[in-house]
């Protein structure tokens, strides 16, 4: 059984910097696609960065250039490292996974509070 947990988030000034860490157990990471959202009160949850199987990344243009998505094969973890945030960034991020190679997202981690204050 696949599960993911979060760490890492918390209350941070507009401008500064967080890591995110998402630990997983049941399987590699490197095994299959895995994906960071986040959700605002009252918003859809939205993906925010997806590394994928081969290492290729993705992000939104809302995020591009400030998050990175990676990955440490050794200790089973992905992270998101989110810079210059903005009060916009506050949500609840999640880290996500696929129970199948070329299915959608649908194995969730409990999630992590960000909050940005101006």
């Known amino acids: 059984q696949v599960q993911l947990v979060e760490s890492g988030g918390g209350l941070v000034q507009a401008g500064g910097s967080l890591r995110l860490s998402c630990a997983c157990s049941?399987?590699?990471?490197?095994?299959?696609?895995m994906g960071w959202f986040r959700q605002a009160p009252g918003k859809e949850r939205d993906l925010v960065a997806h590394i994928s199987w081969t290492a290729d990344t993705y992000y939104p243009d809302s995020v591009k250039g400030r998050f990175t998505i990676s990955r440490d094969n050794a200790k089973n973890t992905v992270y998101l490292q989110v810079n210059t945030l903005k009060p916009e960034d506050t949500a609840i991020y999640y880290c996500a996974t696929k129970s199948a190679r070329f299915g959608n997202y649908d194995i969730w981690g409990q999630g992590t509070q960000v909050t940005v204050s101006s």
């Open positions: 049941g399987r590699p990471v490197s095994s299959y696609d």
